[in-house]
T-cell receptor, first 109, second 113 residues
Framework: RKEVEQDPGPFNVPEGATVAFNCTYSNSASQSFFWYRQDCRKEPKLLMSVYSSGNEDGRFTAQLNRASQYISLLIRDSKLSDSATYLCVVNPGDQKVTFGTGTKLQVIP | DVKVTQSSRYLVKRTGEKVFLECVQDMDHENMFWYRQDPGLGLRLIYFSYDVKMKEKGDIPEGYSVSREKKERFSLILESASTNQTSMYLC????????????FGEGSRLTVL
């Protein structure tokens, strides 16, 4: 089983829609979790950390479910500019940082 | 503004050549990473380093080595390049306090002929 798994998509959604991605991880001892965004032909950039109690940043909400070992990212009121690949990241507490393969989102006018 | 700089954006090398990819960060970060990114496979960790002269194997270290003689610089070395090492190589750094918050360079696109 892969350490971090994501549905590759693509998710094609209309502007204004709400979309959610999940990411499962295999190491139950994992301690910190993140969502990154990668635009086409660009480097990944941190979108938001994922806290145990869940956290929100504008239209973006991240949640952690330790019991089922997954994290989620919810995007409300999708914009064309949200089109990108979203990567989940899991850190087991040491310096090794593992990325999922990414979920591609395409927001359609 | 924080910065991770990779020395070469595009390289074309021949099979068997030795290849050096250089990465420099100006954030005084302890951790540095080398990933490669291929379509459908995502980012795969090659090597990482958590301190000067320290290195740890990632998930796909075969065919690669690294060097970290100074805190700000982390080099990836392909001793004898092969065609299956054609890829996008991404360097990143992070602090020990926020290991998972990585700052990436723009990437080095390597083609091995």
């Amino acid at each position: 089983r892969k350490e971090v798994e994501q549905d590759p998509g693509p998710f094609n959604v209309p502007e204004g829609a709400t979309v959610a991605f999940n990411c499962t991880y295999s190491n139950s001892a994992s301690q910190s979790f993140f969502w990154y965004r990668q635009d086409c032909r660009k480097e990944p950039k941190l979108l938001m950390s994922v806290y145990s109690s869940g956290n929100e940043d504008g239209r973006f909400t991240a949640q952690l479910n330790r019991a089922s070992q997954y994290i989620s990212l919810l995007i409300r009121d999708s914009k064309l500019s949200d089109s990108a690949t979203y990567l989940c990241v899991v850190n087991p507490g040491d310096q090794k940082v593992t990325f999922g393969t990414g979920t591609k989102l395409q927001v359609i006018p | 503004d924080v910065k991770v700089t990779q020395s070469s954006r595009y390289l074309v090398k021949r099979t068997g050549e030795k290849v050096f990819l250089e990465c420099v960060q100006d954030m005084d970060h302890e951790n540095m990473f080398w990933y490669r990114q291929d379509p459908g496979l995502g980012l795969r960790l090659i090597y990482f380093s958590y301190d000067v002269k320290m290195k740890e194997k990632g998930d796909i270290p075969e065919g690669y080595s690294v060097s970290r003689e100074k805190k700000e610089r982390f080099s990836l070395i392909l001793e004898s390049a092969s065609t299956n090492q054609t890829s996008m190589y991404l360097c990143a750094s992070s602090s020990t306090a926020n290991t998972g918050e990585l700052f990436f360079g723009e990437g080095s696109r390597l083609t091995v002929l």
